[in-house]
């Protein structure tokens, strides 16, 4: 007959497998549900770097006041998908989190990189184009120099080429 | 009745005897993995409570709880629509979940309060993604801290993009 020690230790190692095998299946579930949930509603792939393009409303020039990348690294929960911006002008990184519906709207929230102790940090709506190469919109905000407002955004898919 | 074979039955027994300490295992783990997991839980959102607590608390973040009249204006300054929007709880750090309430449909309110005073928040109807009156807004607390005032823009029910100033004070 074991002895109660075997006996606990067999226990403890039931609940640490239990553990991990629900860690595991929590993981691959949202994996799965998210995958099925953009399948059923034919939602476009947003994964991917995307160059984009940040105008100012209260700009008196016609180019964008800021350029920069934003990545999109993977999906998190139905259409829901978090990633990174990144300006190398500023050599800053800041992230991203969002959500597209099948009509194609991605709205995404962005945050400072150093939050919450900088301002700076919005909103913003896009409609992404049928080809899933640009999404077009726009953001509101507070900017770096504390001022509250916002802009067009522009943002093109940045195709890998084939080496 | 069909009588049973005592050399069968004291075999069954023996069986049952020889079992019990596997099956009796088997349900502590099975039932302490269950326990574990619901204290796991029950300790994470307890956590999450007093962690966001401690957080606002820290950064001196507004409390956005409660009810909210909002009225969303468009651009060129007629106003769109007035409904109410309910904050209803915490979620994270400065992060909160609500709900927007219009005569003709709901809309859930996902947002963050940050230690500037900045609410950011994407709105979508409670059917998405069947319908989606979906979009983003960003407010700022005015100085009195009664108000918030800021811009949306979104697809409005029309299905056109539109956007303007928007202005939410306590109901």
């Not at chain 1, 409303?57 to 006041?65: Q, T, Y």
């Given at each position: 007959m074991a002895s109660p020690a075997f006996d606990l230790a067999a226990v403890l190692l039931a609940v640490i497998v239990g553990a991990a095998i629900g860690v595991v299946i929590t993981v691959l579930w949202y994996k799965k549900q998210s995958e099925g949930f953009r399948a059923r509603h034919e939602i476009p792939s947003l994964i991917g770097t995307w160059r984009c393009q940040w105008f100012d409303?209260?700009?008196?020039?016609?180019?964008?006041?800021i350029e920069d990348t934003v990545e999109v690294v993977r999906w998190t929960r139905n259409s829901e998908f978090v990633g990174e911006g990144h300006q190398p002008q500023f050599q800053l990184s800041y992230p991203v989190a969002g959500e597209i519906d099948p009509s194609r709207v991605v709205t995404l929230v962005y945050r400072a990189a150093r939050y919450p102790f900088e301002p700076n940090r919005g909103v913003a709506c896009l409609e992404l184009a049928r080809d899933g190469l640009t999404m077009e919109g726009r953001w509101f905000g507070r900017r770096f120099s504390n001022q509250f407002g916002g802009g067009r955004v522009r943002c093109e898919r940045v195709v890998q080429s084939a080496a | 009745m069909k009588a049973i074979d005592p050399r069968t039955r004291l075999r069954e027994e023996r069986a049952r005897e020889q079992m019990n300490p596997q099956v009796l295992g088997a349900m502590i783990g099975a039932g302490a993995t269950l326990v574990a997991g619901s204290v796991t839980e029950l300790v994470k959102w307890r956590m999450s409570r007093s962690a966001s607590s401690t957080y606002r608390q820290k950064l001196g973040l507004p409390d956005a709880l409660g009810r909210w009249k909002c009225d969303w204006w468009k651009e060129d300054g007629s106003l769109y629509v007035t409904d109410v929007v309910e904050i209803k709880k915490w979620v994270k750090n400065g992060r909160f979940e609500g709900y927007g309430m219009q005569p003709t449909l709901t809309y859930r309110v996902n947002g963050e309060v940050d230690g500037t005073k900045v609410m950011a928040l994407t709105y979508r109807t409670e059917d998405f993604p069947t319908k989606s009156y979906v979009g983003v807004a960003c407010l700022e607390l005015d100085q009195d801290g009664e108000e918030w005032r800021g811009y949306w823009y979104g697809r409005a029910k029309t299905g056109e993009f539109m956007g303007g100033r928007v202005k939410w004070s306590r109901a």
């Open positions: 409303d209260a700009s008196s020039g016609a180019g964008p006041k | -």
